[in-house]
Structure formats: structure tokens, C-alpha cells
């Protein structure tokens, strides 16, 4: 394996693509590369190129998640889902722009199973051990997006500048289909850069795990109102961030044997959510 | 003098009995109470080395030419090894040895559960190991696994034969009752994760074998490695100096030691084989599941005229049948009683002991029944557990050494009593309640265990025996026996352990056993020398032995002399006092067990299934407590154990394949910091007066096993709902919650039984 | 070549690409306090602080800490919370303490009198098995005497 440091955006973009990743916190790919669930024969570390830090609405992707859980500018629903994001040291580490790339917990998944994200034609979750995974967007794949970062952006209308495009992060997801298994695909060497997050008049993030800190979330839901709009995303819940049309769209859930409790956990926090806006 | 007698040994309730040579045990025992260093808080005297990362665990023993193992484990439930290479692996860079089945007893070509170990290289690193295994050609041929108990126990896949056990007449109890209840409780599969994984070094030196390895039972691990390797056991010598927890995982020595002792006589270096942290949350053993169907039935005042049920333990491949049925044959006076217990071998990762294996799971079960009989029969649940005291062991009629449960339960009446105060509290969606829930265990301990305590010419001493101290703070607990005995202070006493080769034989740390056994042979170590060095200070000062004493470092004469310690040590310049002790023999004819119990304060919110323990008072009687701040440790340690047993932690096997899937810490989760609730700890700290010349018992079980009881009961108080299954999850709280909403729609007049 | 700045001191070694700071720390410096429980980011035994800041040195790539200074529990030796620790009782195996206390030492560094809340959000990504955490906050919260 390799290891390259760029000096500049361009050097990175360049020596990104076929068998490179790029690197900034590490605690995600790390692991996953280690596990043989990333092929990698090249990191770029770019943690020293990814803007970091805050400038008015705009979040520099680099900034780690510790950064801005105590950051009084930002909305609070961002806020809150940093400070309750992974441990301590995780956040230290882990950038807001990588949070958002995370894969899933799907133990099936990351246990390297034959899977349909991992390109096979079965949910090994639907027929087995899938209290954690998703009430919608299930169909093909039961994993749960594990990131309450996502979801709170989701929420807020955030969007997002990369080296390559400016984009709604809403729209950075997809569920995985035949043609293309990746929830979060990115062009190659194409580079988070920074975030712009308008702010709302209120919102809020809410989110159920199973220990008080340091758990993937069950049902994370971020609310945010703006001009008397207000919108819901869920983490948790679907294979990407899921965004609710209204709290009647519970409803159409389509929970598995095992998941139809993360209905009523989202149905409580949906209403806790929007009394708290 | 040394006497042979036979005697009844106990480990984890299960007895054997064997010869032993003990001292005549002539000591009486100390007053009750706090001593001059007995029974004091004192911190742990190896602290400042383990804090700072001075402390020398298996995990950093470094030797020079130290290989690392890896081991290729079974990917499936069950299968049949057809074809295996090893030449690749051989092939590879920097691999210096390779093993497979046919090779050492501990490889297997026949799988039987995920985990197995089939092969194992020994590489230069630990990577070039772990890749050189997978180069390893396996062609394997999977075969149907059983991973149903029910099922098990139905096609009679059994690990052991069904044990009936039957006193009185349970059905005639059954029909002398005013109310029954009956229920169905289960118990989750939950893995040690010791924080230092299983691992072994094996060094072939000097004719002999060394093995460094993170163990509970250095003793134990020397007969077994002599056993396979057909050493004599004094050629085999066993190093654990310090111990990264076991929690009853590490008793024996696995199948990485006889790895690391193959792949290091081939290679002629010494190799270790550590397991990683997927490995040990497979194969390095686990708190086994169980099925309990069980029965209470009870006279309208409370008294139960039956206690019985069916008790499946789904264990695994291996392991053993730890005694779920115990509590209940044990806690109270119930005359009538019938269990059954069935052992089912499963093709899933063997069992291993953990803390209170089998009274963890059964207390669970019965004492949350308990508190459904008490609902049924509108009876305070505590009230209705004294009005079942057992004065003598109801299984064969022995009295007990010592209980003080009565005053167990007259400590938790104040906190019993904020029940109402505590409901009350309740806002929103935030329900409150209190439950409570006893303990009964074994943790008498027993010999044989030895000891030695030599005194130099400084005055200072040193407790010289070859046991563990597995982070319990034993060590600790012998310094300050020694200390007490010699009337010297504490940080006068040093104690060496943990080397088979330097000191003598020392009882495995398992079953709450380390201080009651090691602590009396200890103490009786001291005494030898303090009567050594009382003899040469009579005849050096002239005075009959029996008017002196040592005390607050100094020896004293009854007539108000004293002289420091030194004035007799010094003499001897570089020689040594020498005491010799051995654990004298456990009461005949009686029943030594600990006893306990604990009330919690729960809150759940009924909307989101959130279970948040506020409080845990434990009140339990293990006779003297030796270190009153390691003591609340332990406490608290099996509490916040108990927690994630509790709500957090639970294996995930697949359904088809019996693959596990928690295999790693982000899936499995244990308690955190954020997790703890307020813990009282209030021990009754009376000596068994005839218990050795300690009266001490082991506490590093007792306070795990009424934890989930007492927090399901609380839950019930809470919100009215049956939790019958652990953990107690989001999806099972909610679950419960939908159960006690239906059960209260269900029409009077139309509800079953 | 590979520079590493630990404890104040400065060192040169070769490493491969790939290999965890954890693991250079521990065989190549021989600074074994580091420990190393899970080998994969979940538990916090591994604790190191670079420029300050609390991370996990077993997913932490040697090649990418750069300038940033390390510190192990080997450079907290003297540290008051370790006097703390031991006063507290806050380790039992003490497998988990180096990393607790490199945690801990930067959580008092910003903030010398954390509240109970404060002390549990910090300290949540250093997992202990025996169960030390009361005695831990007991330690954090008592720290300067």
C-alpha cells in the first residue's frame, strides 16, 4: 500500500480514482480497508487540504465533528446530532465531510456476506438478524444509514460544494439499485469541500440508541423550520437518510418482523421534534 | 503440623471431593469490624504501575526471536474439513511454521461450531501470520447445524444427561395453593470481552517450557500444558504477573496455548497466539442462553407451597451446564419442588463460566416470578421473600455457616420504602418504579492454597505465593492481611505472585474464591513468622513469648515495652524469617454461601421503550470485608456487568447459518460511562465465624446476579409489564409495554388463570 | 523515513504504509502503556493524544500524523490524575486505565472542573469491562485534591 501526501487540491483530484482513496479522519476507511471492504492500493491523505472551520453558513468539510459540537453558530439539530455522534475520540477525528460517506453498521455487510450492497442478489438481513436495520427504502436492502449528521442536514436543506459540482446533500444519496449499489456516489477523485447550511428559525435533533452515548442511532430525527416549512429527516431508519414528507408518512413504513418498534420510537420522536420547534 | 484430611471442594456450585494437606487452622479469628488495616480502605498497591502502563500483561511480554501466531477458525456452524493445504501459507513471507488437524489434538477437521480452530502459522509478524492463513486451501463441506435447544433437547443433543431434582411433592403443593403463576423467562447469550484477549506465549527454554499467559488459574493451566505435552509438571512453568480480566473465561488454557506450544517447538522461537477482538467474541467462550419455564404457587399469606419448572441451557458445543435451577432449590423454604434441566450441545461457540454462570440467568427467572406471585397475591414482595426464609440449606438440610440475609433485607427497607415517592416522580411519558431482587451464591473458597511471608531485616514483608491477582485487587487484599497480622503498615508489604516457579500452589481466581481461600493462607504465612520472630524476641529480651506481641510496627510486651521490629529482623542481617501457611479445611456439615440483595429505581419512557437505571442499592453479606474501596469496586464492577447483561448486551448468531454477528464492539454493546446509574454499596461486614480464621467470603460474583431481576421488577412497578426476555431493548420494552396494555384491555371476567 | 514526535522526544524509523501508530508506538518505541483491545476503533484502550486531542492510535496510520506531537500515558506518568486514579480505586485489570487517563488528562486541560455530565460525555469512548466508571468520575471530578 501507498500513501500519498498532496500539497495541493489538484495534486489530490489528480491522484485520485482507480484503486486511491482519499483520507482525512481515517475512521472509517481505515477499518474498512484493513476488513478488505474498501480496496485501496493508494490513500491520499487530504486532511491538511480539505477547508476546515467555519465561515458564516459555510462549514468546511474538513471540520471534525468535536469542532462543531461545541460550535454556538451552527443550527442546534446539527449541533446536537455531532454531539451525540460516535465517542469522543471519533469525533475528534472524524470529519463532517466523511461522516457523511460512512457505510453502513448492516453486521451482514460489513461481515463481508454476499450481499445486495455488496452486489449480490440477496438482503441477508430480511431473512435473518435485522433489529437495527431500515422501516423504508427497504425493498432491496434492509441497512440502516448510520449517521445522525446526515440526517440533521437532510433536515436543514443543507447542500454541499465539491471539487466538481454544488449539490443538495439530500441529493448525494440514492438507494441501491441493480446498476449501482453505492447510497452516496461520488465521481472519482471527487472531493467534499465544504458545506452550506442555512439557518432556520428553529430545529431540533432528537435520536434513540441503545446506550446513552456512543451507539449508531435506532431512529435519529432531525427537524428544522424555516418561514414556517418544516422539515423532517430521519437517520437510522432507511438504507440513506430519510427524508420525511410529513409525520403521517409513518405510516407508510414498511417495517421488517423485527423493526416495526423503530415506528413507534419515530413516531414519538416525530412529535417531540415538531413540539419542540 | 500438617494434616491429610479429605474434604468437599466447590467451584461455581459444582463439588468434588478430594485429599488435602492442611495446617491445623489454630488462629482465632479477629474482632469484627474495621481493623488497623483490615477491613480499611486502601488502594490498590499495584495501582501506580498499572495507571501509568508500567504494569507487564501477557500483551506485552516481548522476547527476543518472539514469533506471532494466527489461527485459521472455522467460518461455519458445522462442517467437514475435505481437503486442506498448507504449503501456501508455508510459502509465504516470513512464516515460519504452520499446524493443521492432524497435527495437534486442538485442531479439528471437523468443525462444529464458527470459531473452531482448524490450523495455525507462526509468522515473523503478527500480519504476515494473518495473511498467510488465508492463503491456507481449505475445501470445505458444510453440513446442516443444530441451533434450536429445543429442538437439541428433543433429537437428544445433549452435553450432559437431564438432571431431575425433586423434594416433597410438587404437585400436591400445587393443588395446596391459592394462587399460581407460571411463565416463560429468557435469558440472551452474552460474551466476556475481557479488555486483554486470550493469548499465550509458549518459550521452550531450559529444558523445559515457559508459558506467559493471561490466565485465572496458573495452577491449573501448568497441569493442563504438562498433561498435553507429557512434561513433567515441574518443567513447565507458568507466568502471569499481571491480567487484563477474565471474568470466568480464562480458566483454562484454550486452544492458543497448545498452538503456541506446538508452532514454538518447530520453529525452535518463542510464539504467541493472541487472539484478536472478533476471535474472542466468537471463540473464547460465552454466558450460554437459557429457556426457563418455570412455576411458583403460593398459600394467600405468601408461603410458597411449590416451586418447580424446565430449565434448558443452550450451551453451545462445549462448556458445561451451570446450575440455572439454583436459586430456586436454594432461597427459600419452599418443601415442594421439581426442575428439570436439560444441557443442549448446539453447533455454536462452546460456554464458558461467567461470573455466577448459571445463579446470573435463574435469579433472573425466579425472582421476577416472585414478583408476579406477589402481584397475584397482593402481597409486598418483600414481605412475601421473608415470609419464605430458608434458616437451614433446604437441599440437604445442612445448616449455613453464616446468614445474614435478615439483615439484608432490614438495610433495604429504606430504600424499599421510596417506592411511592418514586412513582410518584413520574412525568410524561417518564414512568418510575422500584424492584428488588435477592442474591444467594456460593464464594466460601476452599484449600487447598498456600503461602508464604518472609520478613527481612528491614522489619518489611513479603507474601510470596504463586496466584493471580485478575484485577480484583487480591494482591492488595493479601498485603493487608499480612500487614495486619505483623502489625506492620501496609506499604511494608510486598507481594510477589503470578510465576508457577516462585512460590507455592495457589487456588484458581474463580467462584468468588480468591480471598477466601488465599486470605486465611495467608494469614496463617504471617502468623508463622510473627511467632518465629516472637520466639527470638523473648530469648533476646528475656521475656516469656506470650507477653509479646507485634504491634504498629514494633514489638510490645505486655508490661509496656517496646522495640522497633528491626531490633530482632536486623540481627538476622540478610537472612530471613520464613513463614509457611496453608487455607485450613471449610466447616464440616455446613453450607457456606453469600448472600444479598438489591433494590433499583428505574425510568422508562413508555413511548420510546427507553429503559434509564437511576439508582442501584446493593446490600450483601460476604462475612468480613477484607478492603472496604476494592470491595465497592467489585460492587460496582458486577453491577454495571449486570447492566449491559441486563439492557445493552446480547450475541447475534444468524438464524441460518449460525454464523455469529456481534463480533465486534461497535455491534456489541457494552455499558459505558453514560450508562451508570447512582450505585450504594452497604456490605453487612460480619465474619463467618466458621469460615477459616478470616470469616471471609468472595464478593466478585454475588453483585451481578439479582441486577436484572431487580431491574425488570422495577420495571414492572413502573409500568405494569412483564419483561420476560433479556436484554431489555428498545423492541423488548415496547413489546412488554404493548403485552400489559392488551392484558389490561382483556375484559374482567374472561382473563385466563 | 518516517518522522514521529512522542512524549517531546523525536524519533526517525522506517514503517511500512499501513501500519497503526498504536502499533509503531508499542513495537518499534516500546512504549507499551499504549494498549490495544480491539485493534479497530470501538473501545478506546489505545488512547493517544495528538497535539492535545484524544484519538485512537489503532486506526490512526503512523504516515499520516505528520508534525502533530504525540503524547502516550508514558508522557502522563506524573500527571495528578494518575495519583487520582489510584486514590479513587478508578482500575480494577487496568488494561483500560493508560487510555482512560490520556482521555481524562485532556478533558482537565480544557476544562480543570468538569461537571458529572461533562465528565461522562468525554470519557463515553473508553470502554472498561470491570466496571470502574463510578470511581473514574469519582477520580476526573476530584483530580486536583
Known sequence: MELLRPSSLEEATAALGNGSRALVGGT???????????????????????????????????????????????????REACRLAASPQLRNMGSVGGNLLQSTRCWYWRLKYPCYLHGGDVCHAKAGEHREHAIFGNERCASAHPSDVAAALVALGASMRTTSRELPVADLYRLPTDDNRDVAPLEPGELILDLDVPTPDSSVYLKAMERQRYAFPLVGVAAARTAGTTRIALAGVAPIPWLLASPEALDEATPLPRTAYKVDIARALVRRALEAL | MARLIKTEKEVEGRYTEQWIVVDEDALDQWPEGPLEVVGREVPRIDGHDRARGLAGYTADVRLPGLLQAAVLRSPHARARVKSIDLSPALAADGV??????????????????????????????????????????????????????????KQGSLLDESVTYERGDFERGLAEADAVV???????????????????????????????????YIWGVRAAVAKQTGLPEDKVRVICLAMGGGFGSKNSPGDY???????????????????TRREENVAAGNRNATIQRITAAARADGTLTALGGEFVNAIGFSGWSSSTEGPMQMLYACENMRTVKHSAKLNLPPMAAFRAPGFVEGTFGLECLLDELAAKLDIDPLELRRRNYADSDRMDERPFSSKQLAECYRRAEPHWQRRNEVRASSSGPWKRGVGLASQIWYGGGGPPSYAWVRVGSNGHAQVVTAMQDIGTGSRTAMAQIAAEELGIPVDHVHVSLGDSARGPYATLSAGSSTIPSMGPATRSAAADAKRQILEIAAQRFNLEERVLDLKGGKIVSADGGAWELTEITGLLEDAQILGNGARGPNPTGMRVLTFGVQVAEVAVDVETGEVRVDKIVAIHDVGRVINALGASSQVEGGIIQGLGHTLSEERLVDPHTGRVLTQSLDAYKLPTIADVPEIVTDLVDVPDPHLTNLGAKGLGEPPIIPVAAAVANAIRDATGADVRSLPISREEMLKALREAEAKKRVPVGTASS | MIELEVN????????????????????????????????????????????????????TLVHTVGPRRVTTIEGLRDHPLVDAFVAADALQCGFCTPGQIVTASALVAANPSPSKDEIRHAMAGNLCRCGTYPKIEEAISSWQG
Open chain 2, 96 to 153: 515460519r511454521a504452520a499446524v493443521g488437524p492432524d497435527d495437534i489434538e486442538g485442531l479439528t477437521d471437523e468443525p462444529a461450531y464458527m470459531g473452531a480452530a482448524v490450523a495455525a502459522v507462526a509468522a515473523d509478524t503478527f500480519g504476515a501470520a494473518r495473511a498467510a492463513i488465508d492463503l491456507i486451501d481449505v475445501e470445505w463441506e458444510e453440513l446442516e447445524p443444530l441451533l434450536d435447544p429445543d429442538e437439541a433437547v
Open chain 2, 182 to 216: 407460571e411463565a416463560e423467562y429468557r435469558t440472551q447469550v452474552v460474551l466476556h470481552n475481557s479488555l486483554e484477549t486470550h493469548q499465550s506465549i509458549a518459550h521452550w527454554e531450559d529444558g523445559g517450557l515457559t508459558i506467559y499467559i493471561s490466565t485465572q
Open chain 2, 257 to 275: 496455548t497448545p498452538i503456541a506450544i506446538e508452532l514454538a517447538k518447530r520453529t525452535g522461537q518463542p510464539v504467541r497466539c493472541a487472539l
Open chain 3, 8 to 59: 517531546g522526544q523525536r524519533y526517525e524509523l522506517e514503517a511500512q504504509v499501513g501500519r497503526s501508530l498504536a502499533d509503531v508506538l508499542r513495537d518499534d518505541l516500546g512504549l507499551i502503556g499504549t494498549k490495544v483491545a480491539c485493534g479497530e476503533g470501538h473501545c478506546g484502550a489505545c488512547t493517544v493524544q495528538l497535539d492535545g486531542v484524544p484519538v485512537l492510535s489503532c486506526i
Open chain 1, 28 to 78: 472509517e476507511l481505515v477499518p474498512l480497508v484493513r476488513d478488505g471492504l474498501v480496496q485501496a492500493d493508494t490513500l491520499v491523505d487530504v486532511r491538511d487540504l480539505i477547508p476546515r472551520g467555519i465561515d458564516g453558513s459555510r462549514i468546511g468539510a474538513g471540520t471534525t465533528l468535536a469542532e462543531l459540537e461545541v460550535e454556538p453558530q451552527i443550527p442546534e439539530a446539527l
